[in-house]
């Protein structure tokens, strides 16, 4: 496991408030192993501690706000997006007021902060919450949807469209947090001028500035109201460019509004308390569904823990189920209606169970079987990867009977855990496939436990993960497939 880390020494960065336009330092100090991130306001009695919880939250409009105990910090994520993605886990966060400093409107000048105070390990090994069921949230007003699947890595993609010609639809991906840095941390936060507009009627956004933000503008500008931007900002010289963006900024990515999401998500969900191991896909995020998200992570994190700490379940002794293996669902024929599979790659014999929760599957092994001549010659046995395949090929027939086309369907793996080889298969073995659904089927998502029996025993078994997507459809969103079932 990959030890915990803080920074070196003490780095103050300072700037204003985006909405409150004070002026305010900011200071990251190293914080003892298995203290996450906290914020200080040194500028009140007491200087009271505000921990980075989902559970202090108090406001998402305009930016993520904590308060405990009457003290507040506004703005927050995009200090707790650089510390995430410089994969620091403690730290002490001082301020001498109540909003971080915007500085650009990105991580990046609190990354060159945190680089310049040197990270060091400590002792404590890094402890990270590993997705095991596939959790999802939406805001049917606001039409966002956030889903995280089990994955190694802490991966995002994020979708926005907020039905504008001037933004249009976009896309962004990390696969790894330790990309945030070169893809992520500089990109600016971005507005539409109306809502600009909006923001300066209300008395807020007096920190803001035309550097540290990407003005988008979606419909004509009559000139009394490009010529008061100019004097609010300052800016003599500003005006409309191609795609209706203000000619102050230079984006450094095509897609930088859909980038800014997706460091804004990371930043959010630091509030969880532990880093964690999922793929997030989000489609038109915001600052409330992110927090909403986290309690959803929070509160799961909370049921594992106490099931952790129940009674000790007794060891069971497997019940060996048994089947009429002469009656038959679907036969060769029927299988090759719902799978694309064809010989010699075709694994599985028959279907003697279907319901919208399992199924069972039959493969017949035979000792012509092509794959004995080299595995192996005068031992044969069945390679387990085969095993697996025939066990996901079951588990595709479970997914593709959902649909009403399954011919037009492929199956992909996402994810094989957990798999174990607890004896051979040999030449006139008839194998047994059982699979329960771990949690319902959704979005064309799989997650399904799988058991394979050869008479009273128990040959192998794992949990898959697999997708089903339409032929001339576009790809998921979750990624490309690593093997096609």
């Known amino acids: 496991m990959p030890k915990q880390r803080t920074i070196k020494t003490p780095v103050t960065v300072s700037g204003v408030g985006l909405h409150t336009g004070e002026k305010v330092s900011l200071t990251f100090k190293p914080a003892p192993e298995n203290h996450w991130y906290k914020f200080q306001r040194i500028d009140l009695p007491n200087k009271p501690i505000i921990d980075a919880d989902v559970d ?20 927050t994520e995009h200090v707790l997006a650089a510390l995430v993605g410089m994969e ?60 995280a699947v089990p994955q190694d890595e802490f991966r995002l993609t994020v979708m926005v469209d907020y039905n504008s010609e001037i933004l249009g639809t976009q896309h962004a991906h990390i696969y790894k947090i330790g990309e945030f840095k070169e893809e992520i941390a500089n990109c600016r936060t971005f507005v539409f001028l109306h809502e600009l507009e909006l923001l300066l009627q209300h008395n807020l956004i007096k920190g803001g500035d035309l550097d540290n933000a990407i003005v988008l503008v979606d419909k004509p500008i009559p000139a009394e109201h490009l010529a008061h931007l100019r004097k609010v900002f300052n800016k003599p010289d500003v005006e409309v460019k191609a795609k209706g963006m203000l000619n102050n900024t230079v984006p450094h990515f095509y897609n930088e509004p859909a980038r800014h999401k997706l460091l804004d998500i990371v930043g959010d969900l630091a509030l969880i308390g532990v880093p964690i191991k999922a793929h997030i896909l989000a489609a038109r995020p915001g600052h409330r569904g992110n927090v909403a998200f986290a309690k959803q992570f929070k509160e799961m994190i909370r049921k594992e823990k106490e099931a952790s700490v129940a009674k000790p379940v007794s060891k069971k002794v497997v019940e060996i189920p048994h089947y009429d293996v002469n009656k038959v669902l679907f036969d060769i024929n029927d299988i090759m209606k719902i799978l694309p599979h064809r010989d010699p790659f075709l694994l599985i014999d028959k279907i003697l169970e279907l319901s919208p929760t399992h199924i069972v599957g039959l493969k017949n092994v035979s000792a012509n079987e092509d794959f004995f001549r080299g595995h192996f010659p005068g031992n044969p046995v069945m390679p387990g990867v085969l095993l697996v395949e025939a066990m ?41 496939f059982v699979l329960h659904l771990l949690e319902p089927i959704r979005r064309g998502l799989c997650h399904m436990r799988g058991v394979a029996y050869v008479n009273d025993k128990v040959v192998m078994e794992a949990d898959l993960m697999a997708q089903i997507i339409k032929v001339k459809s576009a790809p998921s969103a979750i990624g490309s497939p690593v093997s096609q079932n």
């Open 56 to 75: 202090y939250v108090v406001s998402t409009d305009h930016g993520t706000t904590l308060e405990k105990n009457g003290a507040r910090v506004h703005t």
């Open 88 to 147: 620091i886990d403690n730290c002490l966060i001082e301020v001498t007021g109540p909003e971080m400093p915007i500085m650009n409107g990105s991580s990046m000048p609190f990354i060159e902060a945190l680089e310049k105070a040197g990270i060091v390990e400590q002792d404590a090994e890094r402890v990270y919450f590993e997705l095991k069921s596939n959790l999802s949230y939406e805001d049917n007003n606001k039409h966002v949807e956030m889903l």
């Open 392 to 432: 996901a090929q079951t588990g595709g027939v479970l997914v593709l009977k959902t649909v009403p086309d399954p011919e037009n369907y492929l199956t992909y793996f996402l994810k094989i855990e957990n798999a174990r080889f607890k004896n051979k298969v040999l030449p006139g073995d008839t194998v047994i």
